[in-house]
């Protein structure tokens, strides 16, 4: 199959928050993507998606705390497989697949990267210290994207080389916990970086996209919110300022 952008898209979500495992009992597989339960909404995009590529919708269940989409099409976990993905743990040896990789395609690389950063991302926002207006000493305004993995091949070699086509500027940190595995990110940082980010890669989670969105309306965004209460937010139910009452 030809790599198109959704399907890249795809990948990088599956790499973030998808597993592959055996059915007992069968000689077949189950495939999942599993998240918590304010990223419905980019599972549905998910759907979609896996629709649009395989002509196969799969069914999304929800659960009190979380919301997972299965799909137990053998062929779909056998390209998924074909493609680079193991059965089973996957984290510390994880790939992106060669079929994009080896076509230095601009447009499959940030849908990768903008399905990953939806699965496995992070987007946060920091107070500043020291000799600052006092806005900046009280409101979360300083932006930071994260992406992580406990796979050095993923993050420093296949992410790392995708990025040196984008205008952005990473920050790679390797951080060694003492009886786990270790962990190496990506951090982007600050509101130049953050808008290009944005404007070259861009983000299909709700989630991620509605933090931004309160940031650039209102300057800053509150830390541990819900999507719920940045819509709030943005249709203007909701005063941010009220996160900050007893500052």
């Known amino acids: 199959m030809e790599v198109t952008p959704e399907l890249a898209e795809l990948f990088g979500a599956y790499i973030g928050e998808g597993s592959i495992s055996a059915k007992k009992g ?6 999942s993507i599993a998240v918590g339960k304010d990223t419905k909404e980019w599972l549905n995009y998910l759907v979609n998606l896996f629709e649009q590529v395989f002509n196969y919708r799969p069914k999304l269940k929800q659960y009190s705390e979380s919301c997972s989409i299965r799909i137990w099409d053998r062929k779909i976990c056998q390209f998924f497989i074909d493609a680079g993905f193991p059965v089973g743990k996957k984290a510390p040896i994880v790939r992106v697949p060669k079929a994009i990789m080896e076509i230095s395609d601009l447009h499959n690389y940030k849908a990768f990267l903008r399905g990953y ?30 992406l992580s993995s406990a796979s050095k091949y993923l993050i420093v070699g296949d992410i790392a080389y995708m990025l040196k086509y984008t205008s952005l500027r990473p920050v790679f940190r390797e951080i060694v916990h003492e009886g786990k595995l270790d962990e190496y990110n990506i ?9 290009l980010w944005m404007r070259e890669i ?11 969105e309160v940031w650039k309306r ?30």
Not at 202 to 212: A, D, I, L, Q
């Open 187 to 195: 951090t982007i940082s600050g509101a130049v970086q953050l808008e």
């Open 218 to 247: 209102f300057g800053f965004c509150p830390p541990n919110t819900t999507l719920e209460q940045r819509r709030k937010m943005l249709s203007g139910e909701l005063d941010p300022k009220v996160f900050y009452k007893n500052m």
């Open 26 to 31: 069968s000689n077949g597989f189950q495939m």
């Open 117 to 146: 950063f939806d699965g496995e991302g992070c987007l946060h926002f920091s107070r500043s210290y020291g000799r600052y207006i006092e806005f900046k000493k009280t409101h979360h305004h300083y932006p930071r994207l994260l």
């Open 202 to 212: 861009g983000s299909s989670n709700p989630v991620h996209f509605s933090k931004y």
